[in-house]
Structure formats: structure tokens, C-alpha cells
């Protein structure tokens, strides 16, 4: 008896790591089945739209328009903008079907240097620095309720958004399943927290509480640096319109329900945006709004004493789903670009245990501990969004360059011809303008940043020195099995 049953657990066992290792080798593990319909795009939307951006942008767009009618048309404006930007993106992921974001695309119409600058940047600056924001965006709403009627101490939130990326980053290490569930409750929580806000404001509207929309243009400034800046600000809350693109591979029927997604799901964030900022209003001046640390608290405290304690808490869900989902979709990029051999092989590695990419997630978390050290979000978002659209500017350029120098591609979705221009003169504008006119060192840093991604491409990538080499053998062995990651099977294209 016991022979048998001895054989009988090793078999089960042998069982278990044969379809563990099936499964650690297939491309399933970091692309998966067709299995995101109509419904679940306009989820995937709304869900990685809605973070912090809109709990915490209201003050910025404000405090560079300084009036309650510009701060509600650039509102409207960035939902327009973000709109037609992933109708662009809804073409050349039709088109050009491969995981990535921006990535691929810009690796057909220009080559491998804008992808390697792209990835460089997104590596290192845009994905880190946007989860360091959401995770002090969260750290803000957490600490507020402790320290009544004055701003929490800078270490306590940096302390607490450190403690938020390690957590998110070990959850997202540990497993897809855990990480995904996590996401589910956090965007449930977060579409409550939208509409408790939405209902009070209509609810104080409809008692007559209109006093800060009289003359609402009245005092404003406007000029084109301010304006830029604000829509940095808009846009930035926005940010999450192109992440459908991640995941093309997945959609049932991608050509229905890739733009039918973003047909729905933008301009339903664009109205849940707007109608956040008329209840915000409602029941505070722009004085007061600029003055608040934390603009739904401030909400909260006046429409639903007793019951205030709903909104932070609520606001602190919403911003731990936006920086989990953040962290969440990490892997595809460095993956894509580990496979092209634009960055350490390491970091397109997936643990054979746990089915994910654990060195990725854990670069980012470490990454985004670094940004939030020094970083204050204002500045942070500011050029977070400089060279984020960059990078989207090119990605809608593209489009238009391989109109005219790859016509034989088919094109499911086709866009006007317009709405890419337009897209790329507002980019130009977007990245130009703050720098003409209110010109400051870190735009500077940043361009140099993203130039000097050259020098290491010509030294790592294009002459390939074998010193590197044998200096990140040794690092990548030991990596591999202090975490126990493999690399990927390679994809038949």
C-alpha cells in the first residue's frame, strides 16, 4: 500500500511540473487567450483611466487657469484629445498586431533607434515615475485623515508610498491570479467612490448651489504655457487610453471591438470627469480648491459628515487599483523589447513557479522607490508628461509615415487622415510650449536623457562590447536563480 501510494504522488507530482513547465514555456504565460470581449475593453478603459489623476489634477489644471470655466473646457478638451489619440492607436493596433504599445510601431515605420529610445525612456522614466506619482497620490489620501487641518509630514507619505510600490510589486510577483483579483475589487471600489460624488454634486446642483459658476471665465489666465501645462495636468489623468493596445492579442473580434471600446469607454471617463469637477465646485471656491491637500477629503468633510471617512477610504482603493494595474501591465514592454535584445535579458525572464515576470515588476518597484525619494507630484507629472508625449507624438507620426511607406498593410480600422495630424500638431505643441516659454533645467535633463539612450544603444546594442557581456553573464545567472526565472520560449512569428 504504501509503494503504491509513494508511486502515485510521485506521478501527480511528475504531472503537476510537466504542465507547470508546458506552461512556463508557451507564450500563454505573458500573452493571453482571446478571451477580452466588448465589456471587458470598456472595463480595461475606464478601470486604468480612473486612478488618482482625478483626485488630485483638479488643483493643478486649476492652479494654471486659475477660473472655473477653463478648468472645465481643458477637462472636456484633454477627453477629446485622449479620444482621437487612441483612435489613432486603434489603427496601428489593427494593423500591426503585436503586444508592445508604441514599441512595435515605431520599430516598423522607423527602425530600431526611436523603439530603443522609447523603450529606454518608458524603462526608466515614464512607467517608474507615473507608478511613483499614483503611489503618492495615494499616500496623501492615506495620511490625510491622521492630520486634521494640516498637510501630513513629507516623510510620512514618502515612507507610506514606498510601503504601497513594495506591496503592489510583491503581490505582482507572486501571481497573476492574486494581482488580477486585486484588480477587480480595487475597480469596484473605485467606480463607488465616482458615483457617491457624481450623485452629491447633481443632488447640491439641484438645491441651487450654483455660486462658483457665475462668471466662471472671470480672472482666468490664459496663455499658451499655462494652458500647455494644464492640459499636462488633464492629460495626465488620462493617461491609460492607449492600454488597450497592450493587450490586442486578446480581444475577441479586436477589429469590432477595439474602437467600439474606445468609442464607449473615453467619452464615459470624459463625463464621469467633468461632472467630478461641477460637484467639486458646488461646494467649494477656487480658492479654497487650491488651498485643499486633498480635494475629494475636502468633499467628503462637507457633503457627508458624518459619514466622510467613505471618501479617502474609497480614494485610497481607487489609487491602489490605478498603481496595480500600472504594475501589472509592465511586463509586456520589456518583454517585447527583451526579445528584440534592447535591454537586459533578465528583465524578460518569467519565474517558473509563479508564471510571472518577476524581474520586470521588480526593476519598476525599484525604480519608483527611487522617484519618490526627491520627487513632489506636480513636478513629477509635469515631466513624466514632457516625454511621454514625446514618445506619442512619434507613435501618431508613424501612422501618417506608413500611410504613404507601407500601403500594403492591411488596415482594418482606417482613421481620417485628419485626426493623426491633429493629434501630432497638438503633441508638438504639448512638448514645445512650456519649454519656449517658461523654459527650466529639468525639460533639459530630460531631452538629455532620452538622447543619451544613443550613446548606450551604439555601445550595448548596435557594437554589442563583449566586456558588458561578461560582466552581465555572471549577474544574470545568479539573478536567474536566486528568483528562479527562465527565459521566455521564443514566439513563432
Known amino acids: 500500500m504504501g509503494e ?26 505573458m500573452n493571453l487567450q482571446k478571451q477580452v470581449g466588448l465589456i471587458s475593453g470598456i472595463c480595461m478603459i475606464v478601470g486604468t483611466i480612473i486612478g ?29 484629445l485622449a479620444t482621437l489619440g487612441a483612435l489613432c492607436f486603434a489603427e496601428l493596433g489593427t494593423m500591426i498586431t503585436k503586444s508592445g504599445g508604441e514599441y512595435p510601431y515605431l520599430m516598423e515605420a522607423f527602425g530600431p533607434i526611436p523603439a530603443f529610445l522609447f523603450s529606454w525612456t518608458s524603462l526608466l522614466v515614464t512607467k517608474p515615475s507615473s507608478f511613483a506619482i499614483i503611489c503618492l497620490s495615494f499616500a496623501e489620501y492615506a495620511s490625510a485623515p491622521f492630520y486634521p487641518g494640516c498637510d501630513p509630514p513629507q516623510a510620512v507619505i514618502k515612507c507610506l508610498a514606498a510601503a504601497a510600490i513594495v506591496v503592489i510589486t510583491i503581490v505582482n510577483s507572486l501571481s497573476v491570479k492574486l494581482g488580477s483579483y486585486l484588480q477587480n475589487f480595487l475597480t469596484a471600489a473605485k467606480m463607488i467612490i465616482v458615483t457617491i460624488i457624481i450623485v452629491s454634486g447633481i443632488v447640491l446642483l439641484a438645491q441651487g448651489k450654483t455660486d462658483n459658476f457665475k462668471d466662471s471665465f472671470k480672472g482666468s489666465k490664459i496663455s499658451v504655457s499655462s494652458i500647455s501645462l494644464a492640459f499636462y495636468n488633464g492629460l495626465w489623468a488620462y493617461d491609460g487610453w492607449n492600454q488597450l493596445n497592450y493587450i490586442t492579442e486578446e480581444l475577441k473580434n479586436p477589429y469590432r471591438n477595439l474602437p467600439l471600446s474606445i468609442i464607449i469607454g473615453i467619452p464615459l ?6 461632472l467630478i469637477n461641477v460637484s467639486y465646485f458646488t461646494v467649494m471656491t477656487s480658492t479654497e480648491l487650491l ?57 524578460s525572464y518569467i519565474s517558473v513557479k509563479r508564471l510571472t515576470p518577476a524581474p520586470a515588476i521588480i526593476f519598476y518597484g525599484a525604480i519608483a522607490i527611487i522617484y519618490v525619494i526627491p520627487g513632489d507630484i506636480n513636478s513629477l507629472i509635469n515631466y513624466f508628461s514632457f516625454a511621454v508625449w514625446i ?35 497638438v503633441s508638438i505643441v504639448l512638448v514645445l510650449a512650456p519649454i519656449i516659454s517658461a523654459p527650466e533645467l529639468p525639460y533639459l535633463y530630460c531631452t538629455l536623457f532620452i538622447l543619451s ?41
Not at 504531472?15 to 507564450?27: C, N, V
Not at 471617463?269 to 467633468?274: A, D, F, P, R, S
Request: aromatic share 8%; hydrophobic share 45%.
Open 4 to 29: 503504491e501510494s509513494l508511486k502515485r504522488r510521485k506521478g501527480e507530482d511528475k504531472g503537476r511540473e510537466d504542465r507547470q513547465s508546458i506552461q512556463s514555456h508557451e507564450p500563454q504565460t
Open 391 to 425: 514618445f506619442y507624438g512619434l507613435t501618431v507620426l508613424a501612422l501618417i509615415v506608413m500611410r504613404f511607406t507601407r500601403k500594403e498593410l492591411k488596415r482594418p480600422i482606417r482613421v481620417p487622415i485628419i485626426i493623426p495630424v491633429i493629434v501630432t500638431l
Open 52 to 80: 488618482s489623476g482625478i483626485f488630485v489634477s483638479p488643483k493643478s489644471v486649476l492652479a494654471n487657469v486659475e477660473a472655473v470655466g477653463p478648468c472645465l473646457t481643458i477637462w472636456a478638451a484633454c477627453g477629446v
Open 453 to 493: 539612450g544613443l550613446i548606450v544603444y551604439a555601445l550595448f546594442v548596435h557594437l554589442k562590447f563583449r566586456w558588458a557581456q561578461k560582466i552581465s553573464k555572471p549577474i544574470t545567472m545568479h539573478l536567474q536563480m536566486l528568483l528562479e526565472v527562465v527565459p521566455e520560449e521564443d514566439v513563432p512569428e
Open 269 to 274: 471617463v470624459t463625463v464621469c470627469y467633468v
Open 291 to 347: 488651498q485643499s491637500q486633498a480635494v475629494a477629503v475636502t468633499f467628503g468633510d462637507r457633503v457627508l459628515y458624518p459619514a466622510s471617512w467613505i471618501v479617502p477610504l474609497f480614494v485610497v482603493f481607487s489609487t491602489l487599483g490605478s498603481a496595480n494595474g500600472t504594475c501589472f501591465t509592465a511586463g509586456r514592454l520589456v518583454y517585447v523589447a527583451g526579445r528584440e535584445g534592447h535591454v537586459l535579458k533578465i528583465l
